[in-house]
């Protein structure tokens, strides 16, 4: 099993990303995803910043992804994306359909992120011959949605040309919208947000009115309000799974991905995980929690 | 502008004709679309009727296959394109690259439409599934601002784009929202439903009137508020303490006072969404929108938004509310 850390999906200032990624690269991680997945204002690190981290982590023999924006509306924002695929030097996750076109057309190799719908081993089998080389599958779906769509591209002849990503560990980025939420809870429009979500380096928490905690406000972006956690599930994993991958919320995450490992390796007793769900995998509802 | 009308039953379709639709577009009584709501739409029978009576009006019908395909059964979303092509269906909505890829090899001279769950929100995506599949319509997402709107149908020249005009407001982008299934485990991707109805319980507590979903507390209201469906976007929840609509309010999409703007931009055609909704709500609406657009056409630069339509349409809106949704920037 290979670990992953993805992009940050959180607005930080430069220096607590920097920092960030000076933990990662002395962390056991395989691969790190970095990028501004989710707003095009969030412009604390800009293109030649990313690179800059990017490379040190290469350095360090990290394979490096660039990951691009889930939800692309204005030309601005393609433009950037095209800037993201024209690097020269490292992998791209796409995270929308435009970035694939764009690859594809380059004849660039790419990620697909689990921002994009793809459900089935036909869709797998397009995008394979599209220059897939690499599936990140929906937060939504569960182990035996994953088992049986392999077992379909095992028949198609191409269950050997892309890797599996599974979405392990972190809030689940669950939706993504035209409104910002952060703004809105601030009683501020999208236009003069001030890049408000800076102030809330995890997210705002949404319970409802009896306490519950169900969602967290990240920008335009709607997060689950627990943590996912399979940490305990990686056996199920087994023949599946090639990636596991982990969100980042902090130095914790990086901790976190050495203790995926370990249970891994060594098979001991669960890990403790009070207060985290991991219901899509065993296809139930994600806000569950299955033993 | 074509006026394009939702109908979930064969009465639906017949209203929605006699009251001016030019399209209706329906869904088949299984999860290849996302409408699948108990006693809604159209098995083979009936939609070989429903082709029929279309045809006879000189009108066009339209099919949404617009789920995923779940794996080991995507036989059954082919099926309900075959079904199509047979049937003499005009277009169909499909959101699955499976579903396009099968469209494209198997039936090239059917009319395809992307369908708003595959979110298309910029050119290049537009580029993608034209390029790819062959598409030759797509439904843009209601994340975008008019100015988008216009951006897009410019940059894209060849292809012809279809907006929503009235309905329900999805807030979020369509196609990318799990929302519904992390609190229920269905979503409308994988069952075609969003909040579903078995999942909904009332109850009466110490604190008001509850409405749940799945156990989960969506909102509560005091004796004398109007209540509404649990959606879970739009309930009432805790922010740091302030309870408030933290996504959205209750309320309809309605851009009659767009059509001018709409027109300009070579828009191909508007819908009403709604297919789950009651043959009186669909005569309602495309009665509005039929009067609105023979307006608009008959003399553009006089055209305004009646008192009288707005009424009609505060009558069946959720919460009795319309917005521009993100096509107006402040909303976003």
């Known amino acids: 099993m290979k670990y992953a850390l993805g992009p940050i999906l959180y607005y930080w200032p430069k220096q607590k990303t920097e920092e960030f990624y000076q933990l990662a690269s002395a962390s056991s991680a395989d691969i790190v995803y970095m990028g501004e997945s989710v707003c095009s204002k969030r412009r604390a690190m800009r293109h030649n910043d990313w690179i800059a981290v990017a490379r040190d982590l290469a350095s360090k023999g990290k394979q490096v992804v660039l990951s691009s924006m889930a939800l692309l509306e204005a030309p601005s924002e393609l433009r950037n994306i095209e800037k993201l695929i024209d690097n020269g030097e490292f992998l791209v996750e796409a995270n929308d359909v435009s970035a694939i076109e764009m690859l594809r057309q380059r004849k660039l190799p790419f990620i697909v992120g689990p921002a994009v719908n793809v459900y089935n081993a036909d869709a797998l089998n397009v995008l394979q011959r599209q220059g897939m080389q690499r599936w990140v599958m929906p937060v939504e779906l569960s182990r035996d949605w994953l088992s049986k769509t392999l077992q379909d591209a095992q028949d198609l002849g191409i269950r050997d040309s892309f890797e599996v990503e599974v979405f392990a560990y972190g809030h689940l980025p669950l939706a993504y919208s035209a409104r910002c939420f952060t703004a809105r809870s601030e009683n501020k429009t999208k236009d003069e947000c001030e890049t408000c979500c800076i102030n809330y380096p995890h997210g705002r928490q949404v319970n409802s009115q009896d306490g519950q905690p169900l969602f967290v406000l990240n920008g335009i972006q709607t997060l689950s309000g627990e943590k996912y956690d399979l940490i305990n599930d990686q056996a199920s994993m087994r023949d599946l799974v090639d990636i596991v991958r982990l969100s980042p919320s902090g130095e914790e995450s990086i901790e976190h991905l050495e203790s995926f490992r370990r249970r891994n390796q060594e098979g001991q007793s669960n890990y403790p995980t009070p207060d985290t769900v991991n219901g899509y995998w065993h296809q139930i509802a994600g806000i569950h929690h299955s033993d | ?332």
């Open chain 2, 1 to 332: 502008m074509e006026l394009l009308c939702p109908a979930g039953s064969l009465p639906a379709l017949k209203t929605a004709l006699k009251s001016g639709a030019d399209s209706v577009y329906i869904g088949l009584k299984d999860d290849t679309n996302a409408r699948h709501f108990a006693g809604l739409n159209f098995n083979d029978k009936r939609l070989i009727q429903a082709a029929e009576l279309v045809r006879k009006q000189g009108k066009k019908l339209n099919l949404a296959i617009n789920t995923f395909a779940h794996p080991g059964d995507a036989k059954q979303w082919y099926k309900a394109v075959d079904c199509a092509a047979a049937n003499g269906i005009d277009a169909v909505i499909v959101a699955d690259i499976a579903v396009l890829d099968y469209c494209a090899q198997h039936h090239p001279d059917l009319e395809v439409h992307l369908s708003v769950q595959a979110s298309a929100t910029n050119a290049q995506a537009v580029a993608y599934y034209q390029n790819n599949f062959g598409v030759s319509r797509v439904v843009l997402p209601r994340v975008l601002s008019i100015h988008q709107v216009k951006q897009i149908a410019r940059s894209c020249p060849t292809m012809e784009f279809e907006v929503f005009a009235y309905g329900s407001l999805c807030i979020m982008a369509e196609g990318r929202c799990y929302l519904s299934s992390y609190l229920t485990g269905e979503s409308p991707n994988t069952v075609g439903a969003c909040s579903p109805a078995s999942f909904v319980r009332w109850e009466e507590g110490p604190e008001g009137l509850e409405s749940r979903l799945n156990k989960i507390l969506i909102d509560r209201y005091a004796p004398n508020e109007t209540t509404g469906y649990p959606t879970l976007c739009k309930g009432r929840f805790d922010v740091d303490g302030q309870v408030y609509h933290a996504l959205e309010e209750p309320t309809s999409l309605n851009t009659l006072e767009l059509i001018p703007e709409l027109a300009e931009a070579n828009i191909a055609a508007v819908k009403i969404e709604g297919r789950q909704r009651s043959p009186a709500y669909v005569q309602q609406v495309t009665q509005v929108w039929r009067q609105a657009l023979d307006r608009y056409s008959a003399d553009p630069s006089r055209y305004q938004v009646t008192d009288q339509w707005m009424a009609q349409l505060a009558s069946i809106s959720e919460g009795s509310q319309t917005t521009l949704g993100a096509y107006h920037k402040q909303w976003q």
